[in-house]
């Protein structure tokens, strides 16, 4: 199923400022918060959509390409976003704890921002990771998949990146009593006051390891190398960034994987040059074929077509070849080749060459007309080929 606009999903207008989206996420997760919806998987499904459109859009980086390229330029054609089928309530939470943290909801499955259950702990994130692919023109034009092999951070296969001997030497922190935070209570001269922190003794985590894994020394992560497969979407562009979700590197003894920020690159291609998503090819012929016509092939990214060249072309005539250009990420359209014509000039001319020459100069038919400059042409190939 295709993915909703996330501006439709919040209910927002492209131009909303980052405050109105903030409150536009709020008023959408109290209404389908499932503490609100128990038992309603329709109502969950879109909480996690709302969360999935508030991380691109609250992101300014994420927001443009968003606008630009649509749910490709932010993994939504990529095998993954924030809000992928993978998500749970825990990332949500995880991520956006400040926002539910005075919506007033008790617990969802040990889930809630508020207090008690596992929501109360520190998650610790991997980071992200960003890493180049070039692309030609000819993957660009129908799509492509690539196995990319990175080397990062991943889980210890010895303790299955718990960071403790055998995956299970774990005690309940004495400090905090396995939530993760510690309350502290002071005096003022306004009275108590109460303020809530990460728990020093076990950073957040609600538990600590009585016996450290030897392989990876109580971290959960390693050096190691990972084949991951990217779906690129037909019609991306130079600069454009696409996300798989939690292929980044790993996270400390079970926390949240970073992102996989994936960078096109755009390989220059040897006859055609790109502007947008059309598609340029200067053609070459010679005064015989552009006096008399000719058929002539040319290159295209599906190989090579014949056009024909009437008599009497004249050199920076454009031919346009429609739909033989590039898609639009996300959309049907594509866009055309357009062929500049150009007579080519001999610059070594024979004696009888020459002659011949010079006797078509004698023709009327071979002297150029002073009325015969064409503004329009002018200002197509100046925006084209300047």
Not at 175 to 183: I, M
Request: charged content about 30%.
């Amino acid at each position: 199923m295709a993915k909703r606009d996330y501006y439709e999903v919040l209910e927002v207008s492209k131009s909303a400022s980052a405050e109105e989206i903030k409150k536009a996420y709020r008023k959408q997760a109290l209404k389908f918060h499932p503490d609100r919806n128990p038992g309603d998987k329709a109502s969950e499904e879109k909480f996690k959509e709302a969360a999935e459109a508030y991380e691109v859009l609250s992101d300014p980086q994420k927001k443009s390409r968003y606008d630009q390229f649509g749910h490709a330029g932010v993994g939504g054609a990529a095998g993954g976003g924030f809000g992928g089928d993978g998500m749970t309530m825990e990332d949500i939470f995880s991520h956006f704890g400040d926002i539910f943290s005075d919506l007033g909801f008790g617990g969802f499955g040990g889930y809630s921002s508020r207090g008690g259950g596992r929501s109360s702990r520190q998650h610790t994130r991997g980071s992200n990771l960003r890493i180049k692919v070039k692309l030609t023109l000819e993957e660009i034009e129908k799509g492509v998949e690539k196995k990319l092999k990175v080397s990062k951070y991943i889980a210890c296969d010895e303790c299955s990146g718990t960071g403790a001997k055998g995956g299970n030497a774990y005690n309940t922190c004495g400090t905090c009593r396995g939530s993760g935070k510690v309350t502290r209570v002071t005096n003022t001269f306004l009275g108590q006051m109460s303020t809530t922190q990460i728990c020093p003794a076990c950073d957040g985590e609600g538990k600590t390891i009585t016996n450290k894994c030897h392989k990876c020394a109580g971290e959960g992560v390693m050096r190691g190398e990972e084949v991951i497969s990217v779906k690129i979407p037909a019609g991306v562009a130079e600069g454009m960034q696409l996300s798989v979700s939690g292929k980044g590197n790993a996270a400390r003894r079970g926390g949240i994987n970073g992102d996989l920020l994936v960078i096109i690159e755009e390989e220059q291609h040897n006859e055609l040059l790109r502007d947008g998503n059309d598609l340029l090819y200067n053609l070459y012929v010679s005064v015989a074929q552009a006096s008399l016509g000719s058929n002539v092939e040319i290159p295209t990214l599906d190989g090579k077509v014949k056009i024909k060249i009437e008599p009497g072309t004249q050199p920076g005539k454009i031919l346009r070849l429609r739909g033989k250009g590039l898609p639009e990420v996300n959309s049907y359209g594509k866009g055309d080749l357009l062929v500049n014509i150009n007579v080519w000039i001999p610059k070594n001319l024979t004696k009888e060459e020459r002659k011949i020459l010079e006797k078509l100069d004698e023709s009327g038919n071979f002297k150029p007309s002073p009325g015969n400059f064409d503004r329009n042409l002018f200002n197509r190939m100046k925006n084209y080929f300047e």
